[in-house]
């Protein structure tokens, strides 16, 4: 009875000695877990700071970049009114290029352009001020206006070409390439262009350059002269009187359908001079025993009387 007592108290002892073990076990782990809480909190303090310091450092820096862009503009504004105002800021001098018949003056004038202006200001302006040279004048076909090195003005212009002159006696008016006669008057013809005679301003004229105007360059180039010889049967009528000595009679209203076949009738008739008929069909009438063209030129004026 005391052996199975002393048993039983043994194995009872066993059991509390491992109780006490698994208890002492579970405190250790429990301090083990607090241990590693306590590193995890403190990897986590680090995280934050870390996390504070840098969102400080992106602050910092975007104070830093928004000053310099301050710092920048204002340089530059400085930069830009000591510009203006020294002798640099100011237009210098202005350059006209591309005129052959308009004068530079008229063109810088129409421009509007001083040298108490700045440059900037003239820049600025330059599409109104390529539409005033225009506007005053007719015979631009084209103007642009340009920086030229520092403080210069280059106006570049191209002219409307003139294709004939109306002749008013002693005096001469352009006619252009668009149709536009001008209102200044030469006391001589400029260049090689036909002159048109006997014509009054109005419908008839207006008609006839019309016609005109669709003719190549090569055609145009080969007349002298265009004269209105209109009469009750046959109002268009026109007599041409070209550089090779011949004359060809047509109407104004088929005028430039017909004239660019006179290239292929010179080539038939060789060296032969006279009058080309267009009027109706093509007919050609040789001048009296052939006559060369310097003398087809001293009659020239008989020709035209005879004709009115």
């Known amino acids: 009875m005391i052996r199975k007592m002393d048993t039983i108290l043994r194995r009872c002892g066993s059991v509390f000695q491992g109780f006490n073990k698994a208890k002492q076990k579970k405190r250790e782990l429990t301090e083990l877990e607090k241990a590693q809480a306590e590193y995890a909190a403190s990897q986590d303090g680090n995280k934050t700071v870390k996390k504070n310091t840098s969102s400080e450092n992106k602050k910092q820096h975007t104070k830093k970049n928004h000053y310099l862009l301050l710092y920048t503009f204002f340089v530059l ?105 001008l209102l200044d008057e030469y006391t001589v013809p400029l260049g090689n262009k036909p002159l048109l005679t006997r014509f009054e301003l109005g419908p008839v004229l207006n008609q006839f350059i019309s016609e005109f105007r669709k003719t190549n360059e090569e055609i145009q180039n080969s007349i002298s002269e265009i004269g209105f010889a209109g009469t009750e049967e046959n109002p268009y009528a026109i007599t041409l009187h070209m550089n090779d000595g011949n004359r060809v009679k047509a109407n104004l209203n088929d005028f430039a359908d017909k004239i660019i076949y006179y290239p292929e009738i010179l080539e038939e008739l060789e060296d032969k001079k006279g009058i080309i008929d267009m009027e109706v069909g093509v007919y050609f009438t040789p001048f009296p025993n052939n006559q060369d063209v310097e003398n087809t030129g001293n009659n020239q004026a008989e020709e035209n009387s005879s004709e009115e």
């Open 77 to 181: 504004g400085l930069m830009g009114t000591g510009y203006l105002l020294s002798p640099y800021g100011k237009v210098n001098e202005v350059y006209i290029e591309g005129n052959t018949i308009v004068p530079e003056q008229l063109i810088l004038e129409a421009s509007q352009i001083t040298k108490k202006q700045t440059v900037i200001g003239t820049l600025t302006n330059q599409q109104t001020i390529e539409a005033q040279i225009q506007g005053a004048l007719p015979q631009i076909k084209k103007a642009e206006v340009h920086l030229q090195g520092v403080h210069d003005i280059l106006v570049n212009v191209e002219d409307f070409t003139t294709i004939a002159y109306i002749d008013n006696g002693n005096r001469y008016q352009s006619v252009l390439e668009n149709g536009t006669i």
